[in-house]
Every structure is written in structure tokens, then in C-alpha cells.
């Protein structure tokens, strides 16, 4: 069994900058591809971003390209969100979650373990 725990959510001001992280226990993943998706009040979860078993390919939704980046450090167990210029719109609910597989998916039923998410808040 494989436990994600979510850290570095806050409030922060529009134009900061987060870095979330996930760390996974129970066992290693470092043959599993890893995603962060959000929820935002109101709304459905959404993918954001995920990242190769080896972390050399990463894929992010367009509306974070260029501001989020997604890295792993399989020697931790431990999977980043690195979230720069940020906005109001980024404000939600983050979850990172594991797929017993090592390519990149970002469809939420192919990941079959999730954190219980940290809440980013980003004000105007």
C-alpha cells in the first residue's frame, strides 16, 4: 500500500511563488509515473501536471506552461510542484497522485493512489 502526504500549500499573493511536496511511503515509486491535479471551489478536479517514472518527461495543462514545473527525487520518494507567478485562478486544492505505470497519463481514474491534497490559496 503506498501513502502520498502533500505539504507546502499557503496563501500567498498573486505573482508569488510555492513549492509543493509529496512524499510517498509504503513503497518505493520510483517505477511509477507521478501527476499533481486540483480542485478549485465549485469545480471538478483537474490535471495539472505529471512527470516520467525516470523524470526526464513531463507533461503540463496549458494554462500552467511556462509557470509550474513538476520534478521528482526518487532517492526521497518525494515528487515537486514548483508553482512561479501565480495567480487567483491557481487557488485549489492540490493532490499528487501515483500510477503503477511509467508513462504519463493525465486521466484521474489511471492513478490509483492519492494524497489528500494541500490547499494554495493566491489573492489578487
Known amino acids: 500500500q503506498v501513502q502520498l502526504v502533500e505539504s507546502g500549500g499557503a496563501l500567498v499573493q498573486a505573482g508569488g511563488s510555492l513549492r509543493l511536496s509529496c512524499a510517498a511511503s509504503g513503497r518505493t515509486l520510483s517505477r511509477d509515473s507521478m501527476g499533481w491535479f486540483r480542485q478549485a471551489p465549485g469545480k471538478e478536479r483537474e490535471f495539472v501536471a505529471a512527470?516520467?517514472?525516470?523524470?526526464?518527461?513531463?507533461y503540463y495543462t496549458d494554462s500552467v506552461k511556462g509557470r509550474f514545473t513538476i520534478s521528482r527525487d526518487n532517492a526521497k520518494n518525494t515528487v515537486y510542484l514548483q508553482m512561479n507567478s501565480l495567480k487567483p485562478e491557481d487557488t485549489a486544492v492540490y493532490y499528487c497522485?501515483?500510477?503503477?505505470?511509467?508513462?504519463?497519463?493525465?486521466?484521474?481514474?489511471?492513478?490509483?493512489?492519492w494524497g489528500q491534497g494541500t490547499q494554495v490559496t493566491v489573492s489578487s
Open positions: 497522485a501515483a500510477r503503477a505505470s511509467r508513462g504519463i497519463s493525465t486521466e484521474q481514474y489511471e492513478y490509483g493512489y
Open positions: 512527470i516520467y517514472w525516470r523524470g526526464g518527461s513531463t
